[in-house]
């Protein structure tokens, strides 16, 4: 398939409001709303910022703004940009419950529509594995960047526990993959990878001093998390942020 057809399937995907509730239900309400998970999570992103000195921020295929959240709360001016209107619908009104002044603009992350050198950090949380082109999406947020700036990128490591990974994937309720949605993903270039495999990339793109943020408070917090709500859908991976400076 071309990288449009890929596109568009996935937005018709993504765009579904079952797709968005079971997303805000299952992070934002969930992982996230759990405190000790989410000062944990907070505690590793404030990590990764310290690394540069931030004021304007970007967070590319935001969903219902998740990570857009964390930099708005560190008081930086945050855009969150996704290609899906229904997800940037939850992610206006998530925000404005939390009082969070933050900017959601419809649009490809892949060619994200703003000049060179405009922010201080831009992140991703789990958003290049489902990219055509993720190399090239890579190089052209670091372009993005001021010099000195930040890019911040978020994954998760695939279980390897047989039980763990027939978790992973679960669809949200009321709504089946297709087969051509499940086609689609299998042509992705990066459906499956590991953060030394980003690392390499965002060598590729330029980025310097490559740090790793440690993240056994986000571990920790989510075994305490999923004691207390066993079916909770905490993704069953190990997560992971990278943190590179443009030069």
Request: hydrophobic share 40%.
């Amino acid at each position: 398939m071309k990288p449009e057809q890929l596109k568009r399937i996935f937005r018709e995907g993504w765009t579904n409001q079952s797709v968005v509730d079971h997303r805000v239900a299952r992070f934002i309400r969930g992982e996230f709303g759990f405190e000790p998970l989410r000062r944990a999570w907070k505690e590793a992103l404030e990590k990764a910022a310290s690394y540069g000195n931030a004021k304007q921020a970007i967070d590319m295929g935001t969903g219902p703004g998740t990570i857009a959240q964390f930099w708005a709360e560190m008081g930086m001016d945050t855009i969150g940009a996704d290609f899906s209107s229904t997800m940037l619908a939850s992610a206006r009104q998530i925000a404005a419950e939390k009082k969070l002044d933050i900017t959601f603009i419809e649009a490809d992350v892949e060619t994200p529509p703003f000049a060179d050198e405009t922010f201080d950090l831009v992140s991703s949380r789990a958003v290049l594995f489902t990219l055509p082109h993720p190399g090239y999406t890579v190089a052209r947020w670091m372009r993005l960047l001021r010099p000195g700036g930040l890019l911040v990128l978020i994954g998760e490591l695939s279980p390897t526990d047989p039980e763990k990974q027939k978790k992973a994937f679960r669809p949200a309720p009321g709504w089946k993959p297709s087969d051509v949605y499940r086609e689609a993903m299998q042509q992705l270039p990066f459906r499956e990878h590991s953060d030394k495999m980003l690392r390499v990339v965002m060598e590729a793109a330029g980025l310097q001093e490559i740090t790793s943020i440690a993240m056994e408070g986000v571990v920790a917090a989510r075994h305490e998390y999923e004691k207390l709500e066993p079916a909770c859908g905490v993704l069953q991976g190990t997560p992971y942020v990278l943190v590179g400076r443009r030069p």
